[in-house]
């Protein structure tokens, strides 16, 4: 138990002296003019990305009117061959020219 209590007094030992940590009296300076030095960063998009982005948008919305309106007409269309098959309706003229 003795050599216990010597290490617990020869730790208790080593911790005189020792005192709290301080800052550096000008460290507040220091960080509040860095503070107000310190630039906002400013985003900056140039022309030729607007334009890009500009045609790129273009572009799509060219693609999805074209394919709209595509599909409908292919969409009419089936619908007419449905309609003619249903009704018994065939074109099946045979044309010929008279002298």
Do not use: C
């Amino acid at each position: 138990m003795r050599e216990e209590d010597n290490r617990i007094e020869e730790a208790l030992g080593s911790l005189k002296g020792i005192r709290q940590a301080e800052a550096n009296v000008y460290t507040f300076d220091k960080v509040m003019l860095k503070l107000q030095n310190e630039r906002v960063p400013h985003v900056s998009i140039s022309r030729g990305w607007i334009a890009g982005m500009v045609l790129v948008v273009a572009i799509n919305t060219g693609v999805a009117l074209y394919s709209i309106k595509n599909n409908g007409i292919v969409i009419k269309e089936n619908y007419y061959k449905e309609l003619e098959s249903e009704m018994g309706y065939t074109n099946d003229y045979n044309y010929q020219e008279v002298d």
